[in-house]
């Protein structure tokens, strides 16, 4: 059974760091599109960032450019989302998932996902 396990969330002030992982189980992903997307309380589900298999295509949703990285390292399973210069607009719960295929923004074309880490930034 294939599974992505995020961790690295947590309660930090404006301006804070975190770093968040995803660890994939069950299957390698490695040929494997992944993202990660994130939820605030009363809204839709949003796109973050995506990194292709190899590591070499990136994408970030234009509100974390400049501030956040996605990685990945595949010889762990693992992928990662470096976030600075946090805001309060950050907080949400934060998703990895992963899809056959190139990057995408699309939540919908995600065929596994997490069961998320929240992330709280106080200001």
């Known amino acids: 059974q294939a599974q992505l396990v995020e961790s690295g969330g947590g309660l930090v002030q404006a301006g804070g760091s975190l770093r968040l992982s995803c660890a994939a189980s069950?299957?390698?992903?490695?040929?494997?599109?992944m993202g990660w997307f994130r939820q605030a309380p009363g809204k839709e589900r949003e796109f973050v960032a995506t990194i292709s298999w190899s590591g070499g295509g990136t994408s970030y949703a234009d509100f974390v450019k400049g501030r956040f990285t996605i990685s990945r390292d595949n010889a762990k399973n693992t992928v990662y989302l470096q976030m600075n210069s946090l805001k309060p607009e950050d907080t949400a719960v934060y998703y990895c998932?992963?899809?056959?295929?190139?990057?995408?923004?699309?939540?919908?074309?995600?065929?596994?996902w997490g069961q998320g880490t929240q992330v709280t930034v106080s200001s």
């Open positions: 998932a992963a899809r056959r295929g190139r990057i995408s923004s699309g939540a919908r074309e995600y065929d596994y």
């Open positions: 069950g299957r390698t992903f490695s040929n494997y599109a």
